[in-house]
Structure formats: structure tokens, C-alpha cells
DNA sequence: CTGAAAGCGCTAACAA
DNA sequence: TTGTTAGCGCTTTCAG
């Protein structure tokens, strides 16, 4: 592999001008640039990267931690963040760590602690006080999708707000037997999403004075959980409701198939709706809110990106909640109230 | 951020020593490893990989190019691939490129050319000789999942064969009017994934003395894009098959999806069979033949890293495909063959 | 068993 | 505009 030094000398200069002319910083003479890159370019020479940041300090590198990746959501943050962080000369770093664990620590203490990095993308993860502290004194910009850190810029849906607004359009709509179907409140994810949107849909239903009693059923947030919740619940007709707001469109997809299979009709005898924007929304029926995931990630790489220019002083004690778009996507055929 | 120099200081030690004890290598007296390794603690010092690979020419850093995050089968190989390779040390930097593009050769002739990984996973990608060129130009280990790669090992199904399996099983059972549904003969993923399921499809049909015409039909390889073809394809009784092997199980749920909609029983009026192991499988009534991507990304990582550790002359001409454990799952209710 | 010194490949001062 | 020099943080000879 050759290096720098085998460029200069091919192209009778000075290391320090060949790096000048190849990295474009620093003054060379239109002539001895062309004649530098041309000698690079025959020799197949490419910097490393490695020695670079040695001296700069600057990796080209962002580290991106996420529960993750086989869901939808997430999958799509990824690639949004991928191709944001290579159009901009940048390279992932990818840790995926799905719960509290040994691992976990590990990847603090250790693989986010040796300077490999020029900053941390977070996507929905919540921190620990200690290991905002671990990355914070790392002197990188942070960046965080799905919910607030304490210190550094995020991007997050108002998940209340957003709960909110999907039951209310069921009431809207007539419906007065309202299902939730969410994540366990004993099992959190991160940031509390499971009891923000339980939150959220309790918040609807009691402005429009209805009862509370035996509306909320916890299940896995996947599509199987759903099937699996929808199995159950909707398996006696008399206490089926009309309509569901499910905390996911995944669950909601699940819904949908176990109420097909038990013969309802969806949405006719049952409306769902979900948040996410899934693209099998369409198919199964589906209306749900869009969280535009591919949006939250351009929208962190860019804010990490802009921190990485000119250090912005963190933002002090609280973070700062980028609300998302939230647009309600209607299906073909929208969810109806019951016949009375 | 401290360095080797602040620990050796602390612990009244050269820099040296202080790096024999910390990594392991060379002789230490246990004392004064202790004295280190204490100091390290004390101070929070992380050794910096950059300066090291520097050295000793190991990044501890592996690429992975992958053209799918958000397809089930990629999404579990990420999973598995990063989970190995953390527990082994290694870092793992993502490139996800979908297509042929000048994003592709960017990343072949940028990014991956600078020395920053120890090797490189590529994940059914089927690399063009100038790119396997450059990556072995490199004289970094290489290996493949999803297809053969020159000169380097890699791990793939034999899709020939996997097709003609699912075939005969549908065969097997008694059906006749078969069809097959998966991606497109023009537009051929890597490795002509499609062409060889179609092939296997179509040597059982032709062994079981069955003729071939009209019993192709393509389209995405997504639940969305078999929901779409089996509206067209099911939505007519008379030319309604008894059974259909589809290319993935992605395929094949939106089948089933299509299916039910129209009113057609899953499995007893119509027996569906996909490949990959995905797990709606069970939900959707689906029978497939497990592909396990975990366990073929973690053998990929098993692959490489002995291969860094001894360095194997790389098999000469032809790669070796090391073939992955083929299991039939049926579920629940098993397709049945059309009653007499 | 430990220390001193050299140098990995590169860029940033500073001179020229 | 270019060259010289120093040094980023680490490991590795090579002496001791």
C-alpha cells in the first residue's frame, strides 16, 4: 500500500505539498496540484485515514448506537442515516444493543470511549445519566432520535400528542368502543413511548367521557404480538370492540390479520389505526400516523454534522425536542363508525 | 482525554511498559501489571485504536456492504454479524448500497480502500471483478454470504436446489397446478437469486412430468409486491392454482394476504411455500424452508476472523461455498392437496 | 523483566 | 507557493 510519501516523491514534491494538494487545504499552485493527483492516481494511492485523524483529531467517523434492526422503524432510520453520513464522506459505525446488558457497558466504557469517533448518533436509546456523562466528556456532539438527552440537540415525535390525535380520530369518526393495544407498562421500551401513547389515548377518551375500565391490552410490539393480542381479544364477539388504536403499525398489522381470520371485516366492523406510516399500511387497510423515520435521520445526521462545524454550546440542562411531522394517512377505505 | 504517557507517569513506569501490561503482550511481572492497570482505571484511559493500528497495522474495524437494511433476511444477518463481532472486539462499519451506482464505486474506491478495517463481510452482493480486484489488492481477508465470490470462501443456500425442494414438497402432497411467484427474470438480483429458484421450480415440475407454460409470474420480492400479484393472479377461479412456491416468504405473505381477501382458504384451498424462515411464517399459515441468516452471518464472521488469525492462502480459483443447513418448518396446519 | 528510542502515515506550524 | 520540522498516540525492536 503505498503511501504519502511515495506520491511526493513521483511527483518531485514535499510530503507536506502533497498532502496540501490532496486534502485541499493549504495554498498549491494549480500546476503541482494536477501534477500531485496525477501522481497519486497512477499509483492507486488513497489516504488513510487512520494517520489523518492522528493529528487532527477528526475521525470521519460517527458512531451509531440502536436497539434495533429488524424493525421497521429503525431499519429505516439506518439506511437514512447511512446514506446521509456517506454523502458526506462519513463512515457508520453501527452498535446494536437491544437492552440493558453487559454489552451495553461494554460498548460505553469501551467502544465508544476511544476517540474513534467525530460523534454519536443515539436512535432510541435512552441514556443513563452515567453514560450521557461517558459520552459527554468525550467532547463529541451527540445526537438523539425518538425522545430527549439531557444536554445535547434531539429529534422525537410528541408520542401523547400523537397518541392523542389517532383516538381522536376514531371518536370523530363515532366510534365510542375504543380499544388500545400497546407495549406492557412493566417492560418499558425506551422513554416511556409504551405509557406516553397509553397516555395519549387515556387523554382522548376521557375529554370525550369515556370510561377507562378494560380498554388497554399490552402485547409485544411486533406483528405477531398483535396477531396473537387480536386472537384473544377479538375471539368473543360480545366485548369486540369497534375500533383499535394500536401503539404500532406492526401491531396493528397483527390485529388486522387475527381479526380477518376470526371474520371481521376490516374496516367495515373494525377501524385501526396505527403510528408509523408502514408501507403495508396500504394492504391490510391500514390508517396510521406517519413518523417519517427517513426524515428523523437526515435530520440527525445533518444536526450532528452542523454541531461538528462550529461546537454549538450544548444546549444546557434540558434537550431540544425537533417535533416531526405528523400526518394522518387515510387508506383507500377509511375506517367507518358502527351501524347503529 | 488521556494517553498511554499519563498512565505510565502514574504508575512510574515507561510508556512501554505501561502498553505490555495493558495489552497483554510481552513480559510484564504481575506487580507492575497490576500498578497499570490501576492507573488506567484511576484516569479513565482507553487506548486510541487509530494510533495503535498505526503501529501495528490491525483496526480491529470490519466493513460490511450489505444492499438491504429493512428486508428481513439482510436485517438478521446485520444482527448476528454485528453481535459476533462485538463479542470478538471488533467494530463494524456499515455500507449499504442497494444498486450498481457512483455511490458504489465510491465506496469500493474511497472508502473501502483506506485501510481502516482488517476485512471486509459482503452480504449478497456479487461483486464485479474489478471490485473483487480492489478488495484483494488489499490483502485483507474477504467473505461472502449469499453467493460465491472469487477467491474467497463464502456461505450461501443452494438455490437450485432449495427451489426444487420446496417444489417437491407441493408435489409431494399431491398438488399439480403449481405456480411460481418470485423476482423478475429482467431485472435480476445478485447472484441470479431469481433465475436459479425459478430453475429449480421449473426441473421438479418438468421431473413430475408437468408442463412449464404460465406457471411463472413475477414481482418484488416484498410483502406488498406478492399482495399485488396475487390479487392479479388469484382473482380469477378458473386459472386459480392449488399451490404456489414463492421466492421468499416476504412474497409469499403477501399471498397469503391477497389470498384471504379473495376468500381463499390458507392452507385448504390454496397451499403456499416460501423460503427464509421469517417468523409471520406461523401467523400467515406459511410453510418454509429456513434459511437461518444468523447462523449464516456468524459463520461468516467465524470465517474471517480465522482467516486474520492465519492467514489461509486464499482458495485459488473458485470460492467454496459452504453450505447452509436446509429445514423444512411446516406449520401448524400443513397445505393440503386439492380434494378429488 | 523494564526502559529508551524509533517510527507507523499523516498534517500543521513555521520558514524560506 | 513550497519545503522543513515536529509530533499526534501508540507499539516494537533492541539494549540493559
Known sequence: MSTIADVARLAS??????????????YVSEETRTRVVA???TIGYVVSPNAASLVT?????IGVIIPYISRWFFAEV?????????????DMTLYNLPAPSPERVRVFEYFLARKRFDGVISVGVELSDEEVDHLHHMRRPLVGIGGPIRGVHSIAINDVAAARLATEHLLS????????VGG?????????????????????????????????????????GGYEMGRSVLGDPRRRPTAIFAASDEIAIGLIVAARELGILVPSELSVIGIDG?????MFRLTTL?????????????SLLADLESPTPAPSAESTVLPTNLVMRSSTSAPRPPLP
Chains 1, 2 share one sequence.
Open 13 to 26: 514534491v514535499a510530503k507536506a505539498t502533497a498532502s496540501r494538494a490532496l486534502s485541499g487545504r493549504g
Open 39 to 41: 501522481a497519486a492516481r
Open 57 to 61: 483529531g477528526r475521525t470521519k467517523n
Open 78 to 90: 439506518l439506511e437514512s442515516v447511512e446514506q446521509a453520513l456517506l454523502e458526506q464522506g462519513y
Open 173 to 180: 369518526l363515532g366510534h365510542t368502543d375504543i380499544l388500545h
Open 184 to 224: 406492557s407498562q412493566e417492560e418499558q421500551m425506551d422513554f416511556d413511548v409504551h405509557s406516553k401513547r397509553l397516555a395519549g389515548f387515556n387523554a382522548a377518551m376521557l375529554a370525550a367521557g369515556h370510561p377507562l375500565a378494560g380498554t388497554f391490552y399490552a402485547c409485544e410490539l411486533t406483528v405477531p
Open 278 to 282: 408502514h408501507p403495508y399500511a396500504e
Open 290 to 302: 406517519e413518523q417519517h423515520p427517513r426524515n428523523q435521520g437526515r435530520l440527525a445526521v445533518t
